[in-house]
């Protein structure tokens, strides 16, 4: 009899030990299938954000790189702009000036005056002083105008005064393309009267200069 039961208990013993094992080898391989899924998780959705993160990086390079670019073209564009700006400033200036000397070193010649009020009068062959405007011509007698300014010029070159130490005093009609210039030097001691003559393409060109003995445009 106890034999049996000895027996029977080690049946018992043997199952409940089989059954625990299953069961713990049932709870590894869920773990395992829970980590596999896990691993297997991250790296698609990691690996996709790595990816991303790359693909980004590469575009902001890219981005950083093209508009390096432009703002080197932009740079490149300006500086030859302004290369070329001072460029005609300087030939401008230069033409300017090779005119300036031409009519400085005119010779002039004693005419009889005008009238009373003439105390020397002269001529001498002056250049046209050039110009910026283009087309057909009519005489402007408005003191903000393109044409008042290249008289008022014209009469600095005939007279030898520069503009800034000179006065205009008045500049009227002189007849079709022509005017006559009033000036005076800084001081408001010598009066001048300057006639000049429009040439087309050329711009104004003084013919004769009166030394006045008073100012007879007050």
Same mark, same amino acid.
Request: glycine letters at 8%; a negative charge.
């Given at each position: 009899m106890m034999v049996n039961d000895y027996e029977k208990y080690s049946r018992v013993n043997k199952y409940e030990k089989r059954r625990k094992n299953?069961?713990?080898?049932?709870i590894l391989?869920?773990?395992?299938?829970?980590?596999?899924?896990?691993?297997?998780?991250?790296w698609l959705f990691g690996g996709g954000e790595d990816e991303a993160e790359k693909n980004s990086g590469? %575009? $902001?390079?890219?981005?950083?790189?093209?508009?390096?670019?432009?703002q080197t073209?932009?740079?490149e564009s300006e500086s030859e702009q302004a290369n070329t700006e001072q460029s005609e400033e300087n030939n401008e200036t230069d033409e300017t000036s090779e005119q300036n000397a031409a009519n400085q070193d005119v010779e002039k010649e004693q005419v009889e005056p005008s009238d009373d009020n003439v105390q020397e009068a002269y001529v001498a062959d002056?250049?046209?002083?050039?110009?910026?405007?283009?087309g057909p011509h009519t005489t402007v007698f408005e003191t903000d105008s393109l044409d008042w300014k290249e008289m008022e010029k014209a009469a600095s070159i005939a007279t030898e005064?520069?503009?800034?130490?000179? %006065? $205009?005093?008045w500049i009227e009609n002189g007849g079709d393309q022509k005017a006559i210039a009033t000036i005076s030097?800084?001081?408001?001691?010598q009066f001048y009267r300057v006639y000049i003559s429009w040439?087309?393409?050329?711009?104004?060109?003084?013919?004769k200069v009166e030394v006045l003995k008073e100012n007879d445009k007050t």
């Open positions: 299953t069961k713990s080898i049932s391989m869920s773990t395992g299938a829970i980590l596999v899924v896990v691993l297997i998780g991250i590469e %575009n $902001t390079s890219a981005d950083i790189k093209i508009t390096d670019e432009e073209n932009k740079d002056w250049e046209p002083i050039g110009t910026e405007q283009e005064i520069n503009e800034d130490e000179m %006065n $205009t005093i030097d800084a001081t408001n001691s040439v087309d393409g050329q711009g104004w060109q003084p013919t």
